[in-house]
């Protein structure tokens, strides 16, 4: 039979499973530096496509050289981005969705079914009453989705006929470039995203958003919809979503929640009431990828009514009829092929249970206060945004008098060493380290390691 294995699947199988234990074992504590990408990598990435076959088992050595010389988030000192950190459950997940292969662009059976659910724990998990939804390559994918539902809403027959007039879409000036990326995609056009001034605390003001709104109908522009971002890339900052709720509902605007980061911290009772109005929303996104830990990719978009969802979607074409009386998954959902992702997020749920997932969304909390506060005692660093909402700390070295230029080699300097992974970030035009905590294997050593770190080589 062809493209068979060349030793016996349960070894070959058992040698990747050795790779995954040695791996986790790996991530359980940071290590001391980050490997070179060194000759033996240079050699296999520099052959040429190969046309004879060569032992699996062997194969699959090459590539946890790889992964070992790669940068891998899930390490617990890894700080930089907002990351996900491969929960194990999930990477496990993967490997069942991806051996089994449904195809979840029709109906799936039971895949569907669990798809459906795992949709509705998230939403409950994080207090949003979707009648639907579906998991997606990200935040990304999210917001363009649930914005099409939002541009068919405000211009009905758009998906059909183009959108002939002049639209706007409202957001903060700190709202992911997705966000911009959606209404580029949408035909709403870039130039129309009113990205309003935020306010004292980083957060998209709600009076703003109104006087925007109606100088816009005054002027014959339709609003396609509002962005709250609950949880801004930059700093965590949650925008006022009851006040945004008002502001739309007395207008009948559509309100988007962006809360690919930071909407898991509405299911835990130290931050939930910075989300107070998250269920008068249209719809939102959240990203089991970042703050519910699993591996990439597992977007979740959330929809309050179906229909509304259905409407900028369904399609019946002549490969793909709906024979079975039963919408499509892809009636809701952009992408057409798409691997199972909800299966991992399902069985993370049940593998741990809702309340230890609240409990590390605390932990991460509580780890961000602790960055912050070691920030403050010591003279030598800076925080640039005050005491975080949620997990993101940004904060400088203080040293010399081109502030920006010594940061952005210190954050050069501790990539160099690998003791701790940072990445630079600018906030109100200032170059800073931005880490952010979002993975469930840091501890509060790996915190003040950070801290004591850019001390170190600052000061060098
Ligand atoms: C608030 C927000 N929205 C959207 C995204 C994009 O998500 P993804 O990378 O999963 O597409 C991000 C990514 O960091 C984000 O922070």
Request: charged share 25%; proline share 6%.
């Amino acid at each position: 039979m062809p493209l068979r294995l060349d030793a016996p699947r349960e070894e070959v199988l058992a040698r990747a499973a050795a790779i995954v234990a040695d791996a986790w074992r790996s991530f359980d504590q940071f290590r001391p530096g980050q490997p070179p990408v060194d000759d033996f990598v240079r050699r296999l990435v520099e052959q040429g496509l190969p046309d004879a076959p060569a032992s699996a088992l062997e194969v699959l050595g090459d590539a946890a050289t790889v992964l070992d010389r790669s940068l891998a988030q899930t390490r617990p000192r890894f700080f930089a981005f907002v990351g996900s950190s491969g929960l194990e459950i999930g990477v496990l997940g993967d490997l069942l969705a991806s051996c089994y292969d449904v195809n979840l662009a029709a109906w799936a059976a039971a895949a569907t079914e669990v798809e459906e659910q795992a949709v509705r724990w998230v939403g409950e998990l994080v207090g949003f009453p979707a009648e639907t939804g579906a998991f997606t390559s990200g935040g990304t994918v999210s917001n363009v989705t649930a914005l099409a539902a939002a541009r068919e809403r405000a211009l009905p027959g758009s998906r059909r006929n183009g959108i002939g007039g002049p639209v706007a879409m409202y957001c903060s000036a700190e709202a992911h470039y997705s966000v911009v990326r959606a209404a580029e995609l949408l035909g709403i056009g870039s130039a129309n995203v009113r990205a309003l001034p935020i306010d004292g605390a980083r957060r998209l003001p709600p009076e703003a958003v109104a006087a925007a709104i109606d100088r816009d109908r005054a002027d014959g522009v339709v609003p396609v919809a509002v962005v709250a971002t609950a949880g801004t890339t930059l700093t965590g900052a949650v925008d006022p979503l009851d006040g945004l709720a008002d502001v739309c509902g007395e207008r009948g605007v559509w309100l988007h929640v962006d809360g690919a980061y930071g909407l898991p911290a509405a299911a835990v009772p130290e931050t939930a009431s910075l989300f107070a109005g998250l269920d008068r929303a249209d719809s939102a996104t959240v990203d089991a990828h970042k703050w519910l830990y699993l591996p990439k990719a597992c977007g979740v978009v959330l929809v309050r009514r179906r229909a509304e969802l259905a409407a900028a979607l369904q399609h019946e074409e002549a490969y793909f009829p709906h024979e079975r009386n039963e919408p499509h998954a892809v009636d809701i959902t952009l992408e057409y092929s798409r691997p199972f992702r909800a299966l991992k997020l399902w069985l993370a749920f049940r593998a741990h249970g809702a309340a230890a997932f609240r409990a590390a969304i605390g932990r991460n909390l509580r780890q961000a206060r602790l960055l912050y506060e070691e920030v403050a005692a010591r003279p030598e660093l800076e925080s640039l945004c005050g005491p975080p909402p949620l997990t993101i700390v940004p904060f400088r070295h203080v040293g010399g008098a081109d502030l920006d230029g010594h940061n952005a080699t210190l954050v050069r300097a501790l990539q160099e060493d690998g003791r701790v992974w940072v990445a630079p970030a600018r906030v109100d035009g200032q170059t800073c380290l931005r880490p952010c905590i979002v993975n469930f294997r840091t501890t509060d050593d790996d915190v003040r390691a950070l801290v004591d770190l850019a001390c170190e080589l600052g000061a060098r």
